[in-house]
């Protein structure tokens, strides 16, 4: 026996009300009537009720909802009252249910205008969101840490020394090249100006403070930043796209124990040891420009030992120290929070960028200030 084909009728009542009545089987593989012939027809009768009626409806699957669903939303966006009768069993909980959350609206707060972002309220409210969220991870973090002495974490140090290597020797490229040229600007630099007091020697003095307590801990930072924090943001926005993260939160496993720490104390143990590097590296590039000056080798090395100082040498380390964990805090908590989207995760990487690259030049211009206040 074939089935009927589907069909809808709509028929206006008296006092500004009408009927939709649906017929025939509303299945797959039936050339059902577009919508768009249906609004047509109800923005021309503009009723303020309409009564589907469903007693002449023959079989149905998700067909029939998708277009009676449809018909719902329009309905409620035009102020139309709706009511259902002689519907088959499960129709009206089919669409109760797919009713129950209304369609999302977007708002002119949820796409700002760029003059909107000028606004001082929009960045107030903006910075202190960012910095309740920062707070927040942080707490988080610190409760992790806490664990992790008391030995409760579910932190793996299988993944701490994968992340060691990942920080540490394949950074060793870039961090040699950038230092060595660092080294040599910042040797030039001073070389220009100490040349007008036949000085040049006293280059070796600018380089070797200058590398030991600003330069050479800066510099690595930011490309650590920009390589080590973006990688970490990526990583875990990935897992959060995958539903990786949520899977573990249902196991009870904490993400921050077992996601965060391990990168984070692999950053912790890696930055003082780049910053090294790349102080020993830009010591030896300003000592080729003090070289093309006419300073002898022996010369350079005998002043950049005078003005070597543990002192010094300990605020680039402390500085190194604080940077890491500015870095890993903001990589990991863009990466938590990141959507669930492939645009998300990129912008998750970037968020932490330019979160981080913020964090270091406040952190580096407030311990310069400290230590100044302290004469170290």
């Known amino acids: 026996m074939n089935s009927l084909q589907p069909k809808y009728k709509l028929a206006p009542d008296a006092m500004d009300t009408s009927t939709l009545s649906f017929s025939g089987d509303w299945v797959q593989g039936k050339n059902t009537a577009s919508f768009s012939i249906l609004q047509s027809e109800l923005r021309s009768s503009r009723p303020s009720h309409l009564t589907i009626d469903g007693s002449s409806l023959g079989a149905w699957d998700s067909i029939f909802m998708a277009f009676l669903l449809r018909c719902h939303d329009y309905c409620h966006t035009q102020g139309i009252a709706l009511q259902n009768q002689n519907m088959p069993a499960g129709v009206d909980k089919l669409l109760a249910v797919a009713t129950a959350v209304q369609p999302y609206q977007p ?7 760029w003059w909107s972002t000028l606004n001082p309220r929009h960045l107030l409210r903006t910075v202190t969101l960012d910095i309740r969220e920062s707070l927040s991870f942080t707490g988080e973090v610190t409760i992790a840490l806490s664990r992790l002495v008391r030995g409760k974490a579910n932190t793996r140090f299988s993944d701490f020394w994968n992340f060691c290597f990942q920080a540490g020797p394949n950074a060793f490229a870039i961090i040699t090249l950038t230092s060595v040229l660092v080294g040599m600007i910042l040797g030039y630099l001073g070389a220009v100006q100490l040349k007008q007091f036949g000085a040049e020697v006293y280059v070796a003095n600018l380089v070797v403070i200058g590398m030991l307590r600003e330069m050479g801990v800066l510099m690595t930072a930011v490309v650590m930043a920009g390589r080590t924090g973006a990688a970490y943001a990526a990583q875990l926005g990935t897992m959060q796209t ?5 899977a573990i939160t249902t196991m009870g496993i904490s993400p921050i124990e077992f996601l965060v720490l391990p990168r984070m104390l692999a950053l912790i143990i890696i930055m003082p040891l780049l910053t090294i590097y790349a102080d020993i590296l830009g010591i030896l590039g300003g000592g080729i420009v003090a070289g093309g000056l006419g300073v002898s080798p022996i010369q350079y090395m005998v002043q950049g030992e005078a003005a ?9 380390l402390l500085k190194a120290l604080v940077f890491a964990i500015l870095i890993a805090i903001a990589g990991c908590r863009a990466g938590i929070n990141s959507g669930r989207s492939s645009a998300a995760v990129g912008q998750a990487a970037t968020n932490a960028v330019v979160t981080a690259l913020i964090y270091l030049i406040v952190a580096d211009a407030a311990i310069n200030i400290i230590f100044q206040q302290l004469s170290i």
């Open 107 to 113: 708002t002119a707060e949820d796409s700002p205008s």
């Open 242 to 246: 995958n539903e990786e993260i949520d």
């Open 308 to 316: 070597l100082s543990f002192i010094d040498v300990a605020v680039g």
